[in-house]
C-alpha cells in the first residue's frame, strides 16, 4: 500500500476503527466508512477528511441487516474502483446473565458478532477473489478463545467468527487475498465503558497501530496486545475438568 | 478513595467524584447517565480543584477528540473540546498555521484551554485564547446544544470563556488560527539576564514593544540587591519553519511518585545558580522548535510527581501595573523570609488586549507565578499571606492555578462581574471550585 489505500470500513464508528480511521487518513487513504448512526458517521468522516483522507465517504446502515449487503458492498466496492482493505469492526457486548435473562439480546449478540459478519465477508471475500488482491481484517476477540461463564454468548459468537475467518484465510490464500484475525484484550473503548475496570485496558489507538502492522506483515492472527497470545494459551490448555469448577 | 486518574495536576486538593462518564459524541446528551452536579474534565492539567467534582459526576471529554474542518485559507479551525492543543499543533504546524496562544503545555484541552482563559508568552500582543475563539457549541442541562459567539448568544459566551466549565458542557469550538510561513514553526529567542526586579520593570517595556514573547524566570532566593535577578526570553516567530516532517523527540517521564520531593531551598538555590549563570553565558539568539520554544516541561511525563503525592501547589496573581513593583518586591521577600524555595518563578507583562470572557484572570499588568512543594500548614500558612498581600495591592487570584483562595477573596477580585456570570451557571454545574469559593 505505497499510494493511498483505498479502505472500506464497517463499524466504522466503534471506538477502533475510529482510530484505525484516523491513521489511514492521515496517510491519503480514500475511506468509505459504514455505519449505523447517521450523524456519529457524518463525525467520523469529517474528522478523516480533516486529517487529510483523501475521500471519507459515509453510508449510513444497519449492519444487522443482511438483506442489503448485497448492494451495500457493491456500492462500496463501485466508489473505490478497487479495494486494497476491508475492516470488519461492528461488535455489541452482552454479558451472560443479561443473555440469560434476555433472548433477544442473546440473538442480538449473536447476528452483530457472528452471524451478520460472516454473511458480509462473504460478499466482500467474492469481490475480492474478483479483483485478485486485497486485504481482509475482522475484529474477534480473546473472549473467543474459551467460553466462561461471565461471556459466553459474546465468546461463542467472536470464537465462531474467528473460526469463520480461519476458513475464509485457507480459502483465499490461493486467491492472493490476505485474512488478518484481530483479538483484542479489554480494550477502552464506548463498548466496554460500562464493565468496572479490573484488569489492564488498552487504547483503542493500539489498536489500530496493531492492525495496520499487521495488514503490513500479513500477519493471521494479532493478539492486542501481545501478552494476550501466551495467556490464552495457557487459558485453552486448562483441562476442561478442571476449568469448569475456575471462576471466570 | 482517590483515584489518580481524576487528580489535577496540583494533586490536592483530593476530590473523587461520584460517578464518571466518559462524553464519546456530540450527539449525545450525557446527563442521562449520571446526576448533578456536572462538571466537564478535560486532561486534568489545571492545578487546584476547578476540575474536580467531589461527590458529582465527571463527564470526561478527553474521548471527544475529533477534528470537524480545517479552513486552510482563512485559517479556521472547528474541532471537538476535548482534543489537546497538541493534537491541534501537530495537525497544524507542519502546515504552516498555528495557536495564537498557547499556555506553558500543550496537553491542556480546547474545551480546558476555554474555560479557563488561558494566556501564553505573548499575552501583550494576543490576549488570551478566548479572544481567538470564533464560536463555540455549549450543551446544557436542559439538553438544548446552543452556538456561542461575540454575535449569538453573547452574554452566555462571555460567561463561558474563562467561566470553569460552569456554564455547562463545551462540545466543540471553533478557533481563528495564525498563518505562518511554510514548515514546521519556529521561534528565534534570546536569553539576557537581569540583574533584579528594577531590572525586568524598567526594561519589560521595551521588550514587549520589540518582541512577540516575553518571559522571565526569577530566581527567587536571591535576596537583597540580587532580589529578583533572573533571566528574560524573548522570542520571535522565525521567517523560515524546519522543512519537512516534525521530528519526534524522545520523551522522558517519572515513573512513579517520589517519597520525598528533592525540591528543597538547597537544591533549588544550586539549581537556580547553576541555571542562572547558564542563561548568563548562553544569551544570545538561538533557534528554537515551537516545542522546546513553548512547552520544555512536556518532555518530561509526569513531573508533577516530583513534587509527591501531594504537590506542586501553584500561586499565580495579576497585579496592576502601578503596584506591580512594590508588591513582587514583597511577595517574593515573603517567599524567601518562610524559607521556601518556588522551582519555577515566572514574570509576565500583561497586556491590554480586552478577552471577551467575565472571569478571565488577566487584567493588564503583570503576572507572578510561583511553585512550592506542599509541606501542609507551613505552605498553607505562607499562601494565605501571599493572598492577602495580592488583595491589598489590588491584585487578583488565578483559579486554574489555585487549592487555597478564600471565599472572600474570590468574591471581591471578581466581584464586578460575578452577578452577570451567576446569571449564565448552568444550575445543574457545579465544581468543588465554585462550592468551596460561593460556599
Sequence with gaps: MSTPPKVVVFGATSGMAQQTVRLLAASGAELVLVGRDPRKLAAVSADARVRGAGLAEPVAADLDEPSRFDELVAGAFGRLGSVDLVIVAQGLLGDSRGCDRDGALAARVLQTNFTAPVLLLERVAARMADQGSGTIVAIASVAGDRGRQSNYVYGAAKGGLATYLAGLRNRLFRSGIHVVTVKPGLVDTPMTADLPRRRPTVPPSAVAVAILRAVRRRADVVYVPGFWRPIMWMVRHVPERMFKRMRL | ?439
Design chain 2, 1 to 439: 478513595m482517590s483515584d489518580e486518574r481524576f487528580e489535577s495536576w496540583g494533586r490536592f486538593p483530593k476530590a473523587a467524584p461520584s460517578r464518571v462518564v466518559p462524553v464519546y459524541w456530540r450527539s449525545e446528551v450525557p446527563f442521562v447517565r449520571g446526576a448533578p452536579p456536572f462538571l466537564a474534565r478535560g486532561n486534568g492539567r489545571s492545578y487546584g480543584d476547578s476540575c474536580l467534582n467531589g461527590g458529582g459526576t465527571l463527564l470526561t471529554v478527553r474521548t471527544l477528540d475529533r477534528f470537524i474542518a480545517l479552513d486552510q485559507e482563512r485559517g479556521l479551525l472547528t474541532c471537538e473540546a476535548g482534543a489537546t492543543l497538541g493534537e491541534i499543533l501537530d495537525l497544524v504546524a507542519p502546515r504552516g498555521l498555528f495557536l495564537p496562544v498557547v499556555p506553558g503545555t500543550q496537553h491542556v484541552t480546547v474545551g480546558g484551554a476555554i474555560a479557563n482563559d488561558v494566556h501564553g508568552k505573548n499575552h501583550h500582543r494576543a490576549g488570551n485564547f478566548g479572544a481567538h475563539v470564533e464560536s463555540l457549541e455549549l450543551l446544557r442541562s436542559d439538553g438544548v446544544r446552543r452556538t456561542c459567539s461575540l454575535a449569538e448568544n453573547p452574554e452566555l459566551f462571555a460567561a463561558t470563556v474563562g467561566g470553569l466549565g460552569l456554564t455547562g458542557l463545551i462540545l466543540s469550538a471553533t478557533l481563528r488560527l495564525r498563518q505562518l510561513g511554510p514548515g514546521v514553526p519556529q521561534v528565534r529567542a534570546a536569553t539576557v539576564a537581569l540583574r533584579g526586579l528594577d531590572d525586568f520593570f524598567s526594561r519589560a517595556e521595551e521588550a514587549d514593544a520589540a518582541h512577540e514573547f516575553t518571559v522571565a524566570w526569577i530566581d527567587c532566593l536571591a535576596t537583597g540587591a540580587r532580589l529578583g535577578r533572573g533571566l528574560f526570553t524573548l522570542g520571535d516567530w522565525a521567517a523560515e519553519g524546519l522543512p519537512g516532517a516534525r521530528p519526534r523527540r524522545r520523551r522522558l517521564s517519572v515513573p512513579v511518585d517520589l517519597p520525598v520531593s528533592p525540591l528543597n531551598r538547597l537544591t533549588v538555590t544550586a539549581f537556580n545558580r547553576l541555571y542562572y549563570a547558564g542563561g548568563r553565558m548562553a544569551s544570545g539568539q538561538r533557534l528554537k522548535h515551537y516545542e522546546s520554544f513553548f512547552f520544555p516541561l512536556d518532555h518530561v511525563a509526569h513531573w508533577n510527581r516530583i513534587y509527591g503525592r501531594d504537590g506542586p501547589l501553584q500561586f499565580q496573581c495579576a497585579l496592576p501595573r502601578p503596584a506591580a513593583p512594590s508588591a513582587v518586591r514583597q511577595l517574593l521577600g515573603m517567599v524567601a523570609r518562610h524559607g521556601e524555595a518556588s522551582f519555577l518563578a515566572v514574570l509576565k507583562t500583561l497586556g491590554e488586549v480586552e478577552s471577551p470572557g467575565m472571569l478571565s484572570f488577566p487584567r493588564q499588568g503583570v503576572t507572578l507565578a510561583l511553585d512550592f512543594a506542599n509541606r501542609g500548614e507551613r505552605t498553607t500558612r505562607l499562601f494565605r499571606e501571599l493572598h492577602e498581600t495580592v488583595a491589598v495591592h489590588g491584585g487578583r487570584l488565578y483559579p486554574a492555578k489555585d487549592a487555597h483562595m478564600s471565599g472572600e477573596h474570590f468574591r471581591r477580585q471578581y466581584a464586578e462581574v460575578l452577578p452577570r456570570f451567576r446569571a449564565q451557571v448552568d444550575p445543574a454545574f457545579s465544581s468543588s471550585f465554585w462550592r468551596r469559593v460561593e460556599g
